[in-house]
């Protein structure tokens, strides 16, 4: 997967035009709110058409205008492919090769990337709810399928948390409970078995890079902790039928409390530096390696199960990461192609072959 050339129009604070990058290390250099986040925010937005930064498409329609587009040239799937995304009033326009389409979802079954920005720290730094987030989104884009079976997960886990809460007032409506549940741990199972085949794949990938990145000196550990019992080696059916007997078992706190107290919306993952908590024990460069390695093996794994190098764009990644870790982003990064954004001087001077871009109140230049 390769950007071939990325086109704006009122987008942000970007002037209007577009760049051609090379397929290699593409670094976007300058002071900071000069709009380098927006350039890797707009080739995001081609992923699905969500933006990392806001739920809101308004923001990033540029100040007094009352639309924003965008367009895309890429190689996917082995040929040459054209995108358009445009935003106006509330309402998203996607044209692939020439075809509308219904939604913009259709965007995620053609071109792919993978992001890191500051927010994902949060990663470490949060709870739980973050690296669910993490997992879930990485699965959902890599099928559409995945997105479903999530969607479908959450929509009877708001709908027995509703009837749990009127059993409190209608003690008889708990007859219909295992009706719910035949659902809820139906997709939940499904759920659970998606998130531990990807962190396998996660694990490996994230270790390796890790490795890559600290120059030997610290090995990163991942692992799926699921609020009961263990399913790391389990089958679908196998995990239905474990987190049914708990939905079972838990019924009278669940009604009590008036929540679904197990399953996969309560599970965590853990990470771990030279086997210690990476939360409490890392260092600030520590934990942005670490979240980093799991960013680029996300893009490992989308590359293995896609058969195709997703693009990989690193905003504000080398502050805070000494000069080995620097150098491995900036030139040890093969087969695929990167967008890095950096305020440092000595950060562009430190790539040996690729392509350097400024960008000052929006303009942006080779």
């Not at 509308?100 to 995620?108: G, R």
């Not at 694990?203 to 090995?219: L, T």
């Not at 093996?297 to 058969?307: D, F, K, Q, S, T």
């Given at each position: 997967?390769?950007?071939?050339?990325?086109?704006?129009?009122?987008?942000?604070?970007?002037?209007d035009?577009?760049?051609?990058?090379?397929?290699?290390?593409?670094?976007?250099?300058?002071?900071?709110?000069?709009?380098?986040?927006?350039?890797?925010e707009?080739?995001?937005?081609?992923?699905?058409?969500?933006?990392?930064?806001?739920?809101k498409?308004?923001?990033?329609?540029?100040?007094?205008?009352?639309?924003?587009r965008?367009?895309?040239?890429?190689?996917?799937?082995?040929?040459?492919?054209?995108?358009?995304?445009?935003?106006?009033g509330?309402?998203?326009?996607?044209?692939?090769n020439g075809?509308?389409?219904?939604?913009?979802?259709?965007?995620?079954?053609?071109?792919?990337?993978?992001?890191?920005?500051?927010?994902?720290?949060?990663?470490?730094?949060?709870?739980?709810?973050?690296?669910?987030?993490?997992?879930?989104s990485?699965?959902?884009?890599?099928?559409?399928?995945?997105?479903?079976?999530?969607?479908?997960?959450?929509?009877?886990?708001?709908?027995?948390?509703?009837?749990?809460?009127?059993?409190?007032?209608?003690?008889?409506?708990?007859?219909?409970?295992?009706?719910?549940?035949?659902?809820?741990?139906?997709?939940?199972?499904?759920?659970?078995?998606?998130?531990?085949?990807?962190?396998?794949?996660?694990?490996?990938?994230?270790?390796?890079?890790?490795?890559?990145?600290?120059?030997?000196?610290?090995?990163?550990?991942?692992?799926?902790?699921?609020?009961?019992?263990?399913?790391?080696?389990?089958?679908?059916?196998?995990?239905?039928?474990?987190?049914?007997?708990?939905?079972?078992?838990?019924?009278?706190?669940?009604?009590?409390?008036?929540?679904?107290?197990?399953?996969?919306?309560?599970?965590?993952?853990?990470?771990?530096?030279?086997?210690?908590?990476?939360?409490?024990?890392?260092?600030?460069?520590?934990?942005?390696?670490?979240?980093?390695?799991?960013?680029?093996?996300?893009?490992?794994?989308?590359?293995?199960?896609?058969?195709?190098?997703?693009?990989?764009?690193?905003?504000?990644?080398?502050?805070?990461?000494?000069?080995?870790r620097?150098?491995?982003?900036?030139?040890?990064?093969?087969?695929?192609?990167?967008?890095?954004?950096?305020?440092?001087?000595?950060?562009?001077?430190?790539?040996?072959?690729?392509?350097?871009?400024?960008?000052?109140?929006?303009?942006?230049?080779?």
């Amino acid at each position: 997967m390769k950007v071939k050339k990325i086109g704006f129009k009122n987008f942000r604070n970007l002037e209007d035009g577009s760049i051609s990058p090379c397929d290699g290390v593409n670094v976007i250099y300058g002071d900071n709110a000069q709009g380098k986040t927006n350039l890797i925010e707009a080739i995001w937005l081609f992923c699905g058409g969500h933006s990392f930064r806001t739920s809101k498409d308004s923001e990033v329609i540029r100040w007094n205008e009352d639309y924003s587009r965008l367009d895309l040239d890429f190689f996917g799937q082995g040929r040459d492919q054209q995108a358009t995304l445009k935003l106006l009033g509330g309402k998203k326009t996607v044209v692939i090769n020439g075809v509308e389409k219904n939604t913009a979802s259709a965007l995620i079954e053609k071109f792919c990337a993978v992001v890191f920005s500051p927010e994902h720290l949060n990663l470490i730094k949060r709870g739980p709810g973050e690296r669910r987030r993490f997992i879930d989104s990485a699965i959902c884009r890599e099928k559409l399928q995945n997105a479903v079976i999530l969607s479908r997960y959450n929509r009877m886990l708001i709908q027995r948390n509703t009837l749990l809460k009127d059993i409190g007032r209608k003690p008889d409506l708990e007859d219909t409970l295992d009706i719910w549940d035949a659902q809820l741990t139906h997709f939940g199972s499904l759920l659970i078995k998606k998130r531990l085949d990807y962190m396998k794949m996660l694990s490996e990938k994230a270790a390796w890079f890790h490795s890559g990145i600290s120059k030997g000196k610290e090995a990163l550990g991942i692992r799926y902790i699921p609020t009961e019992g263990f399913y790391e080696d389990d089958d679908a059916e196998t995990i239905r039928q474990k987190y049914a007997e708990k939905c079972k078992a838990n019924r009278k706190n669940d009604i009590n409390m008036g929540i679904t107290l197990a399953g996969p919306h309560r599970d965590d993952v853990e990470i771990l530096i030279n086997g210690k908590n990476a939360k409490a024990f890392a260092s600030q460069g520590q934990q942005r390696s670490a979240v980093l390695s799991l960013k680029l093996a996300e893009a490992a794994v989308l590359r293995e199960r896609m058969g195709e190098e997703p693009v990989i764009l690193l905003d504000d990644v080398l502050s805070e990461l000494d000069s080995g870790r620097q150098d491995f982003l900036l030139n040890e990064l093969k087969d695929c192609q990167v967008f890095i954004t950096c305020c440092e001087r000595s950060n562009k001077e430190q790539l040996r072959e690729g392509k350097i871009f400024s960008v000052a109140n929006g303009i942006i230049s080779q």
